[in-house]
């Protein structure tokens, strides 16, 4: 089994080789104290803000899709309303 550190390194080659050309741009609106707070959560994880910010974002969106199915569900432990799977 894969470690977080090591699902972390992956997914950021993977980013890092994405062609970006199609992506949506988010403006989000933060204190000086937050963008702190995620420019130094970024740096210790080796990635910038983008990166730290689409990997969060990502991991969010699809932690509430059905491994099965790859339908949206409220939460990963309750029953799929399109398959019926519960992990």
């Not at 992956?10 to 050309?21: C, I, N, T, V």
């Not at 702190?36 to 803000?49: C, F, Q, V």
């Not at 899709?65 to 992990?87: F, H, M």
Request: overall charge negative.
């Amino acid at each position: 089994m894969e470690s977080t550190r090591e699902n972390i390194d992956k997914w950021l080659e993977d980013f890092r080789a994405k062609d970006k050309e199609r992506t949506s741009v988010v403006e989000l609106d933060l204190s000086d104290e937050e963008l702190a707070t995620l420019e130094r959560a970024a740096a210790s994880l080796g990635m910038n803000l983008d990166e730290y910010c689409n990997y969060a974002l990502e991991k969010a969106v699809f932690s509430k899709l059905c491994p099965t199915c790859r339908q949206y569900r409220k939460d990963r432990s309750s029953i799929c309303s399109s398959c019926g799977e519960v992990d």
